[in-house]
C-alpha cells in the first residue's frame, strides 16, 4: 500500500491507459481503406440482390442500361461507357446475347460494323431491375474533379500493381472470366458417363 502511494498505480501492477491522439496519416489511411471496404461491400451485395431478382450479374445489368441509353453501340462504344477493356466487356455482351437480352446486327452505314441492341427481353429487364451501385460509383466518378481523379487513379494503381501483376485487362466487377463457368461445370459434373479413368 505504501508502493502505491508513493509510485502510483503501476508500481503494484496496475496498468494505466490515456488516450492516444490519432496522427492524421493514420485517419487518411483508415479512411481509405474504410472507404474501399464500403465500396466492395456495396458493389456485391447490390449485384447478390440483382442475381437474385434477375438471374443475371450486376455487371450484365450495366451492360444492359448502357445499352438503353445508347441503342445501335459498337463494342468499343460500350467499353468506353462501361470504363472497362473491350476484351472484358465482350465476355459480358457474349453472355447476354446467350441469354437472348441483347442482339447482334450489321450497321446499316457500315458493313464492318456490329451494332448492339437490347430484345424485348432485355428492356424488360430493365423494368425489373433494381437499383445498382455501379452506376451511382461511376457518375460519382463522372463528376469529380480531373485533378482528383488523376492522383485517385495514380493512388490506387499503385496499390494494384502491389497486390499482383496485371495478367491481363481487369475483368468487370463480379463477373467470372472467360471460361470460369464452364471449368465450374466440368469439375461439378466429372467424368461423363461411360468415359472410364485410368489410374
Known sequence: MESYRRHGPSAVGYDTWAPMESHPRDLALNGVVDSLRRITQAIRLSSSVVHDTLGITGAQLFVVQQLAAAPGASLRDLADRTLTDQS???????????????????????????????????????????????????????????????????????????????????????????GARRARRDRTAGPSPGRRTTR
Not at 457474349?94 to 447482334?104: D, F, I, K, Q, S
Not at 461511376?138 to 502491389?162: F, H, M, N, Q
Open 88 to 178: 472484358s466487356v465482350s465476355v459480358v455482351v457474349r453472355r447476354l446475347v446467350a441469354g437472348g437480352y441483347v442482339a447482334r446486327r450489321t450497321s446499316e452505314r457500315d458493313a464492318r460494323r456490329t451494332e448492339l441492341t437490347l430484345t424485348g427481353a432485355g428492356r424488360g429487364l430493365l423494368r425489373r431491375a433494381p437499383a445498382l451501385a455501379q452506376t451511382r460509383l461511376v457518375a460519382v466518378l463522372r463528376a469529380t474533379p480531373e485533378a482528383r481523379l488523376r492522383v485517385t487513379a495514380s493512388v490506387l494503381d499503385r496499390v494494384a500493381r502491389a497486390l499482383g501483376p496485371a495478367t491481363g485487362p481487369a475483368q468487370m466487377f463480379f463477373e467470372p472470366a472467360a
